[in-house]
């Protein structure tokens, strides 16, 4: 049975906001380094389910700048596989959310090492036999994913629900902009229902789709996952609806437009 999308591919969408770029109103090249490293990991973890350092990035092009307030897309692919190393693909492009217009901005080869290869003498899993079809995602939908740090966390080594529910609305926020092509304020947030702790070391996986569309407003639902990257169990932590009003140049109400 051929797994969902989602599970069978690594997407992450963010903002760029202001103190993430230079003087000049573009992403800092180290902040989308970072970005893409994360992913690097992140692909590497999932397909072989263990721990992994970076060994090197042997080859990072930046052809376009990505600017404050663009969208940022980035997704990555297992290329090559050794014994104990894998050189993952990352792309980053960016998309101005009130024209969508998009474009890459910037490749990059990552050589992951597996961190636990002096104790474990297992090969890595061979490469996948198919690529992943990395096509734009579609409207009115995003997908967000955060590592779970230390900091992240509260003393149980569980993820703050303050930071959850940031990660949440800031998807719900790029899902309702990706709808209307308008700015879009938060009107409310209808319910959340944290159903599980998400626990350091964890992935946090989260998708938003615009659901329902009124005159001006718009309805997101939110549905968080946390994947243990050692293992892949996956567990449901969180849902919440938002309420997302479509904002003229004015800041007043504006059509939303239909939904499909």
């Known amino acids: ?41 992140l692909v590497a973890a999932r397909h072989a389910r263990r721990p992994f350092v970076t060994a090197s990035c042997d080859k990072l092009d930046f052809v376009a700048p990505v600017h404050v307030g663009n969208l940022i897309e980035l997704t990555g692919q297992v ?31 990552f050589t992951m090492v597996a961190a636990d290869r002096k104790t474990n003498p297992d090969r890595l899993p061979p490469s996948p036999d198919a690529a992943p079809n990395f096509a734009p995602s579609p409207p009115a939908y995003a997908r967000t994913l955060q590592l779970v740090f230390p900091g992240d966390t509260n003393h149980l080594g569980q993820l703050f629900g303050g930071n959850a529910m940031s990660i ?36 946090l996986d989260v998708i938003a789709e615009v659901t329902k569309v009124g005159r001006t407003s718009m309805t997101v639902s939110v549905l968080a ?35 499909g």
Request: include cysteine; aromatic fraction near 6%; hydrophobic fraction near 40%.
């Open 1 to 41: 049975m051929t797994q969902p999308r989602h599970l069978a591919e690594i997407r992450h969408t963010d903002l760029v906001f202001p103190d993430q770029s230079n003087h000049q109103g573009s992403y800092f090249g180290g902040a989308a380094m970072a970005e893409m490293d994360k992913i690097a990991f």
């Open 79 to 109: 290329r090559m596989v050794g014994r104990t190393s894998l050189i993952v693909d990352v792309e980053l492009a960016a998309e101005d959310l009130t024209t969508g217009a998009r474009h890459v901005c910037t490749r990059g080869a």
């Open 168 to 203: 949440m609305g800031k998807a719900a926020y790029i899902a309702a902009s990706r709808h209307t092509r308008f700015d879009v304020g938060m009107a409310a947030t209808d319910k959340i229902d944290f159903i599980a702790p998400t626990l350091e070391g964890e992935m």
């Open 225 to 259: 996952e946390a994947e243990n990257l050692m293992t892949g169990e996956r567990r449901k932590v969180g849902t919440a609806d938002y309420v997302m009003v479509a904002l003229d140049d004015e800041g007043r109400p504006t059509p939303a437009g239909p939904l």
